[in-house]
Each structure stands twice: as C-alpha cells, then as structure tokens.
C-alpha cells in the first residue's frame, strides 16, 4: 500500500504564501498522477491542482494564475506552491496519489493523505 506524507499547512495572514508538500513511499510500479484537494468547513472536498507523471497539469478556477502545482519525480514528491492567499482558501488540503501497482499484472488504486490545515486570516 502506497503512503504518503504531507507537510507545510499553517496560519498565515491573507495575502502571504504557504508551500505544501507530499512525498509518496511504499510499492508502485508507476505514478499516474498527485494531487491536490481541499475541504472547507461545511463544504465537500475539491479539486485544487493535478499533475501528471509527464507535467500536464489542472487546476481549479478559483486558483489559477495564485498556486502553483509541480512534482519531483525522483523524489515522488509533488508540491503546491500558494501565493496571494485569500480567507477562501481556508480548509484542510489533501494529497492524493493515483498509481499503479503489482508485477506482471497492474492494477490501479488511489491513496489519500490524512490532511494538512491551512488557515488564511483576512
């Protein structure tokens, strides 16, 4: 089962940057995707930013042109650079993995982390 940690949530006034990061460990024969999702209070979890193990990336329209999505394939680490943070952005950020498994025969599956708080204070 493939783990992963991420680091980086804080409290920041709104306006400042955070930088989020998730390393992915454990058996896999190839990373699809990593990802990040939010969830505010009372809200459901949403996309944020996606990348592809070839760089394509996506993003949710209330973030583009302010966070800023990239991945260490060596290191299957993948970050989320935020910047010109806003009140809205408040919630608990997940990382998700989308990868591939086995020998021979791959079967596909999905991992979350356990969440990183970001708070942005207006």
């Known amino acids: 089962q493939l783990q992963v940690e991420e680091s980086g949530g804080g409290s920041v006034p709104a306006g400042e940057s955070l930088k989020l990061s998730c390393t992915a460990s454990g058996p896999f024969f190839r990373i699809n995707t990593m990802g990040w999702f939010r969830q505010a209070p009372g809200k459901e979890r949403e996309s944020v930013a996606v990348?592809?193990?070839?760089?394509?990336?996506f993003y949710a329209d209330a973030v583009k042109g302010r966070f800023t999505i990239s991945m260490d394939n060596e290191q299957n680490t993948v970050y989320l650079q935020m910047d010109s943070l806003e009140s809205e952005d408040t919630a608990v950020y997940y990382c998700?993995?989308?990868?591939?498994?086995?020998?021979?025969?791959?079967?596909?599956?999905?991992?979350w982390g356990q969440g990183t708080l970001v708070t942005v204070s207006s």
């Open positions: 998700n993995v989308d990868y591939l498994y086995g020998l021979g025969i791959y079967r596909r599956s999905t991992t």
């Open positions: 990348i592809t193990n070839g760089g394509s990336t």
